[in-house]
């Protein structure tokens, strides 16, 4: 690259971060401005309110997370997704070896429902759902992020017709010739976790699933569903393969896990995919 556009690259570079830093200040002073107005237009600042808390917990806190971010936090494999504001999210605690046919196979032979991608009508959908308690089997997942991508794919199991209640794990498919730490191959690695109830994040005040903090019941509950109904399917465990900790998510509920994780072999079921 010769030194010009080297020059060029560098303050598009420049030009980018000040226009993001800027935006966020901005969207700062206007949460500001909004939330200072509220007192004084009496039941009509009922509805500023509103307006204050939708501007900060979807504009002003989410960019101020992503400035962070993409400053302190690693940006290579540490075993955490990351959420769309750039905060540690969910820890990997399960991987998988095998096709992508095998993968839906073993996972609807063991009775789970893939999840839905999230768009306008499934967002609203799962909204009413959760609202009036009924039953979305195939509710959407927020989206997280590993390799720099959002999840392949979801799966889940509601509890009792509840859509605020679910097991659930989410897919991401490893790059090709990409190795474990250790260096053990793997094609699939995933994120379970039990929602619990729904309620407010603690970093960026949205509305959000809240999950049980023992991740490591879901992992198992995930592994155990799929040895239960798969019998060409096999699992090894890589004992420590991250340091057992206590910790939160990107929406600020507890996490902890000894830290083992578990390899489904699923390279021995048929080929024939059973997605829906």
Avoid at 95 to 113: D, K, P
Avoid at 122 to 129: A, G, H, K, N, R
Avoid at 205 to 220: F, N, Y
């Amino acid at each position: 690259m010769d030194p010009v556009q080297r020059s060029r690259v560098s303050l598009t570079a420049v030009l980018d971060e000040f226009f993001f830093v800027y935006a966020g200040l901005a969207a700062i002073w206007l949460a500001w401005l909004v939330l200072t107005e509220t007192f004084s237009f009496g039941w009509f600042g009922i509805l500023f309110l509103v307006a204050f808390w939708g501007l900060l917990a979807y504009l002003v806190l989410p960019r101020l997370h992503r400035i962070l971010t993409t400053i302190y936090v690693p940006d290579y494999f540490i075993a955490r997704t990351r959420t769309s504001d750039g905060l540690l999210g969910d820890p990997i605690n399960l991987s998988a070896r095998g096709s992508e046919a095998q993968l839906h196979r073993a996972m609807t032979q063991a009775g789970w429902i893939l999840a839905d991608p999230v768009t306008l009508r499934s967002s609203w959908l799962i909204i009413t759902s959760t609202l009036t308690r009924r039953s979305y089997e195939r509710a959407p997942v927020s989206p997280l992020l590993l390799f720099g991508r959002i999840q392949d794919f979801a799966y889940q199991q509601e509890v009792a017709g509840n859509p605020a209640k679910r097991h659930h794990v989410r897919f991401w498919r490893t790059p090709d010739g990409w190795l474990l730490p250790g260096g053990a191959r793997v094609d699939w690695l995933a994120a379970g976790t039990f929602d619990r109830a729904v309620g407010f994040s603690l970093f960026t005040l949205q509305i959000t699933h809240k999950i049980d903090a023992d991740i490591d019941v879901e992992r198992d509950h995930v592994v155990a569903t799929v040895i239960g109904a798969n019998d060409a399917a096999g699992v090894e465990l890589l004992a420590d393969f991250s340091t057992g900790y206590h910790s939160r998510n990107g929406g600020g509920d507890s996490i902890r896990t000894d830290g083992d994780l578990p390899i489904l072999d699923l390279r021995g079921l048929p080929e024939g995919a059973t997605r829906d």
